[in-house]
Nanobody, 117 residues
Framework: VQLQASGGGLVQAGGSLRLSCVAS????????MGWYRQAPGKQRELVAS?????NYADSVKGRFTISRDNAKSTVYLQMNSLKPEDTAVYYC??????????????WGSGTLVTVSS
């Protein structure tokens, strides 16, 4: 599975961005897609995911919306009311199970989101 993310950039606080991630390859093996982020000096954290359920980090609830277009093998992250603390490299993630039912994660290369105050 290959993941290609796009849509990052520089935006002022209060602004919006939409990230996109297109999956290709053995996409039938994927059952969850989502977004993680990693700020400088911090661990990578889950932002939002969509599979059977939709999950959001508490810090983005009400501001970010994740959506998925299965026909296009694409997951989106609409980010509104951006804050400087949202500044991070955002990584697209896809997860599935192998034949032993072990979780397998795939990662995109990351896209930088910078929110200026």
């Amino acid at each position: 599975v290959q993941l290609q993310a796009s849509g990052g950039g520089l935006v002022q606080a209060g602004g919006s961005l939409r990230l996109s991630c297109v999956a290709s390859g053995s996409i039938l093996s994927i059952n969850v897609m989502g977004w993680y982020r990693q700020a400088p000096g911090k661990q990578r954290e889950l932002v939002a995911s969509t599979g059977g359920n939709i999950n959001y980090a508490d810090s983005v609830k009400g501001r970010f919306t994740i959506s998925r277009d299965n026909a296009k093998s694409t997951v989106y992250l609409q980010m509104n009311s951006l804050k400087p603390e949202d500044t991070a490299v955002y990584y697209c993630n896809a997860a599935g199970r192998n034949w032993r039912q072990e979780r397998v994660d795939y990662w995109g290369s990351g896209t930088l989101v910078t929110v200026s105050s």
